[in-house]
Nanobody, 126 residues
Framework: QVQLVESGGGLVQAGGSLRLSCAASGRTFSSYAMGWFRQVPGKDRAFVAAISRGGGNTYYADSVKGRFTISRENAKNTVYLQMNSLKPEDTAVYSC???????????????????WGQGTQVTVSS
């Protein structure tokens, strides 16, 4: 069992930056690929970024490529999402998720993620 808790959301002006954190419980964090997803009311949850167990592989949605960076610190059981050049359309609830996986594997498929956090609100004003 893995419990995930996100933090770092808030209100920011367009063009600004935020860094989200996701802290995981348990001693097997390094066994999981990690992902960030976002959701706005009335729409399906959307993939944002993913990172492999060791951090060597990353994958991004086209809409955030070049602006967002996913990283992890296995010693701290934490995954991060650095968000730069934020746009109003980035406004959403951001959730992290964990997928038990083999080394270097990353996935955008929601069904492959086993554990989810509650989410943190990010609001970008124009």
């Amino acid at each position: 069992q893995v419990q995930l808790v996100e933090s770092g959301g808030g209100l920011v002006q367009a063009g600004g930056s935020l860094r989200l954190s996701c802290a995981a419980s348990g001693r097997t964090f390094s066994s999981y690929a990690m992902g960030w997803f976002r959701q706005v009311p009335g729409k399906d949850r959307a993939f944002v970024a993913a990172i492999s167990r060791g951090g060597g592989n990353t994958y991004y949605a086209d809409s955030v490529k070049g602006r967002f960076t996913i990283s992890r610190e296995n010693a701290k059981n934490t995954v991060y999402l650095q968000m730069n050049s934020l746009k109003p359309e980035d406004t959403a609830v951001y959730s992290c998720a964990a997928a038990q996986s083999r080394a270097d594997y990353v996935t955008e498929a929601i069904y492959e993620y086993d554990y989810w956090g509650q989410g943190t609100q990010v609001t970008v004003s124009s």
